[in-house]
């Protein structure tokens, strides 16, 4: 049982189509965030959320938005997918005290042809 | 801004041997959180350890240590008696102390495991 889900987990699509990638969670956390990984590079924020009402830019924003549908939902979006933005995205959630730590979803294995 | 560097791309050890994973990172404040994460083929994502800057005491998870050094901005992670599950990449991860703040990783070290 599953307290962070992706959907999809993987997924294909071609240049200039628009994609969206789903977060739900059942932790009851607050905080949700979409990080990027690319070989080599680790993990990058694309985007952040600290309440339903608080949206943030990460370091990685540029051709990419989210919605905050819920405190359980946090979904991220290519309006006009490219090659470049082929990559292992996650979702990842956490609690509103300073200590802790993020809880991450499966990922979602995007490739854009 | 802060960052996280993790100098080796690569290790290698064997079932039962020790291992020390480094990671160095940059910043101007003194109170603050560092994490090691696990990312194992399944590619799930995986708390190993946490430690809190303001304490001197390194943080220890059964097999799982960290070296600790505030002064020269040092945190690494020293894996006894190896298994073959511990084959994985890792990540360094910083926080700020500050509740409205997110994690700042570092590239990843991976590590091989031989019989």
């Known amino acids: 049982d599953a307290d962070v889900t992706q959907t999809p987990r993987n997924r294909i699509t071609k240049t200039g189509k628009r994609i969206m990638l789903e977060c739900s969670q059942t932790k009851g956390h607050d905080r949700m965030y979409w990080y990027r990984q690319d070989p080599g590079l680790g993990l990058q924020l694309i985007y952040y959320s600290f309440d339903v009402k608080d949206i943030n830019k990460g370091e990685i924003s540029d051709g990419y938005s989210v919605s905050r549908q819920a405190q359980a939902k946090f979904s991220l979006s290519l309006e006009s997918a490219i090659p470049n933005q082929t990559a292992l995205y996650f979702c990842?959630?956490?609690?509103?005290?300073?200590?802790?730590?993020?809880?991450f979803g499966p990922g979602t294995r995007l490739t854009v042809l | 801004a802060q960052t996280v560097t993790q100098s080796q791309p690569e290790m290698s050890v064997q079932e039962a041997e020790t291992v020390t994973l480094s990671c160095t990172y940059d910043t101007s404040e003194s109170d603050y959180y560092l994490f090691w994460y696990k990312q194992p083929p399944s590619r799930q994502m995986i708390l190993v350890i946490r430690q809190e800057a303001y304490k001197q005491q390194n943080a220890t998870e059964n097999r799982f240590s960290v070296n600790f050094q505030k002064a020269a901005k040092s945190f690494s992670l020293k894996i006894s008696d190896s298994q073959l599950g511990d084959a994985a990449m890792y990540f360094c991860a910083y926080r700020r102390w500050s509740g409205y703040s997110t994690l700042t990783f570092g590239k990843g070290t991976m590590l091989l495991v031989s019989p």
């Open positions: 990842a959630t956490s609690p509103g005290h300073s200590y802790n730590e993020q809880f």
